[in-house]
Nanobody, 125 residues
Framework: QLQLVESGGGLVQPGGSLRLSCAAS????????SGWFRQAPGKEREGISC???????FYADSVKGRFTISTDNSKNTVYLEMNNLKPEDTAVYYC???????????????????WGQGTQVTVSS
């Protein structure tokens, strides 16, 4: 059974850091594009970062320079390291996987095939 399970969300103060993890089962992330999305209350879902199996990455302008995506194929896990967090980063964060290279390029498509259940990130003092 194909499954993506996120962990690592929580409450953090502005300027703080968190690392999100997404463990995959039923598929090999090395053969997929992995992505992170987020959705804040009242806002549309936003693709913020994605990574190909060969390491090519994309970052949305809103997180560029602060967030880093990576994968550990031996653990079949994708990570999102988030630094210098801001209150506007507050959202539910979702990991996703898609078999098509075109899903992650100059932009990210919003319709990846496989999704996790989401993890809440709250940035507040």
């Amino acid at each position: 059974q194909l499954q993506l399970v996120e962990s690592g969300g929580g409450l953090v103060q502005p300027g703080g850091s968190l690392r999100l993890s997404c463990a995959a089962s039923g598929l090999s992330l090395g053969h997929y594009v992995s992505g992170w999305f987020r959705q804040a209350p009242g806002k549309e879902r936003e693709g913020i970062s994605c990574i190909h199996g060969d390491g090519r990455v994309f970052y949305a302008d809103s997180v560029k320079g602060r967030f880093t995506i990576s994968t550990d194929n031996s653990k079949n896990t994708v990570y999102l390291e988030m630094n210098n967090l801001k209150p506007e980063d507050t959202a539910v964060y979702y990991c996703a996987a898609d078999p098509l290279d075109l899903s992650c390029g100059a932009t990210m498509i919003n319709s990846f095939d496989y999704w996790g259940q989401g993890t809440q990130v709250t940035v507040s003092s």
